[in-house]
């Protein structure tokens, strides 16, 4: 196999990734699902179960919840919608990436100025990528609102 036709197939493989996306029901079922997920963690909050296998699996589906939203086609998806989600994909990260600097940051300020200590290993990845996921998802709905 020669080297332009093996980066040729690497090629055509990482295309056919990076179109993937999920049909427009799906959105539905992780709006449904999201929501499932959104009032167990809050029952859970509020009950005095403290099982912390119930709340490892909950974020989990609230993270793949999010990502069936963020994944899923409008029922018209044209060249416009997939440039609107390209951009909130990239705002998204961007703030992720901010949100992730500027933590520790406001951790450190909170602590010095209301002496409330904080617990300084609790930043998880669950709060980037919940965050940068919810930051998506709002960005590509107002973004196609008002194209």
């Known amino acids: 196999m020669s080297k332009n036709s093996l980066m ?6 990482i295309e ?11 959105k539905i079922k992780g709006i449904l699902f999201c929501i499932v997920i959104f009032i167990a963690m809050i029952t859970l909050k509020f ?10 699996g909950l ?6 919840g ?9 029922k018209t998806e044209d060249e416009m919608i997939v440039s609107l989600r390209a951009k909130s994909f990239r705002l998204a990260f961007v ?13 450190v300020l909170v602590f010095n100025l209301l002496g409330k200590p ?4 609790s930043f998880s990845y669950f709060q980037v990528l919940s ?10 709905e107002v973004l196609k609102r008002n194209r």
């Not at 040729?8 to 493989?13: I, L, T, V």
């Not at 179960?49 to 490892?56: G, L, R």
């Open 131 to 140: 965050f940068m996921l919810i930051i998506q998802i709002m960005f590509f």
């Open 95 to 107: 703030l992720a990436v901010l949100y992730a600097l500027i933590q520790p940051i406001v951790d």
């Open 59 to 64: 974020r989990k589906g609230l993270l793949v």
């Open 118 to 121: 904080t617990s300084f290993g």
């Open 16 to 26: 056919k990734w990076s179109q993937f996306q999920l049909d427009n029901h799906w």
């Open 66 to 74: 999010l990502l069936v939203i963020a994944l899923s086609k409008e």
């Open 8 to 13: 040729q197939c690497e090629r055509s493989k």
């Open 47 to 56: 009950s005095d179960v403290n099982n912390e296998w119930v709340k490892f």
